[in-house]
């Protein structure tokens, strides 16, 4: 079963504006990953927030986390074409895998 | 290698048919994982090991599938006896430990006619 739900489903946005990508999950976690993916294949690993972190930064990206409302949000600043992907954050709730959620699909149009 | 690598890329059989889909984690990982996804969801958890060992396998939805890792390195999930319902992008993973970063391989395209 997925834990995490992103939202929203979609996406599309000009290229320059920020994109804003949320993430609600139901139990304690010991850390929280977003990742991106292009045409249903391979993830690439994003960025990592363990739950004792509110905030992390890397490059375009911030990703924030707030375990009293159990949810997460990734920030993408002056987007372009090329962040056009799927994005999912997944949850490490202690067992031996990851939860991910369905997604939010990101359309940067040109 | 510098990631992980799955073989085949993509594997066309018939129903009832048998596959074996491999995986090579990155070198020096103990942790590797198999993860199924399906179109438009998000990977869903099948396996994990640590080492040689599956420490768990409470995501593998029955009995016709099966995974191995002999040497605590490469790894590869079994399905028997194909169903439709099989066909996905069957994703792998490595890390250093678990509770590490997760590395995902390109993953290998799966479809059962």
């Known amino acids: 079963s997925q834990q995490g739900e992103e939202d929203p489903q979609a996406l599309s946005i000009q290229e320059g504006e920020n994109a804003t990508m949320n993430c609600s999950y139901k139990?304690?976690?010991?850390?929280l990953q977003w990742y991106r993916q292009n045409s249903g294949r391979g993830l690439v690993h994003l960025i990592l927030?363990?739950?004792?972190?509110r905030e992390k930064h890397s490059g375009r990206l911030r990703v924030t986390l707030d375990t009293s409302k159990k949810s997460s949000s990734l920030l993408i600043t002056a987007s372009r074409a090329a962040d056009t992907a799927s994005y999912f954050c997944?949850?490490?709730?202690?067992?031996?895998?990851?939860?991910f959620g369905a997604g939010t699909r990101l359309t940067v149009k040109p | 290698g510098a990631g992980v690598s799955q073989t085949p890329s993509n594997k066309v059989t018939e129903k009832g048919k048998y596959v074996e889909l491999r995986c090579d984690p990155i070198?020096?990982?103990?942790?590797l994982y198999w993860y199924r996804q399906s179109l438009g969801q998000g990977p869903e958890f099948l396996i994990y090991?640590?080492?040689?060992?599956?420490?768990?396998d409470s995501g593998l939805p029955n009995d016709r599938f099966f995974a191995v890792r002999p040497e605590g390195s490469v790894s590869t999930l079994k399905i028997q006896r194909t169903e439709r319902g099989d066909s996905a992008v069957y994703l792998c993973?490595?890390?250093?430990?678990?509770?590490?970063?997760?590395?995902f391989g390109p993953g290998t395209r799966l479809l059962v006619l």
């Open positions: 070198s020096g990982h103990t942790a």
């Open positions: 997944a949850t490490d709730a202690g067992s031996n895998d990851m939860r």
């Open positions: 090991f640590q080492g040689t060992g599956a420490a768990d």
């Open positions: 139990t304690s976690i010991n850390n």
């Open positions: 993973a490595s890390s250093l430990g678990q509770r590490e970063t997760q590395y």
């Open positions: 927030i363990r739950s004792n972190e």
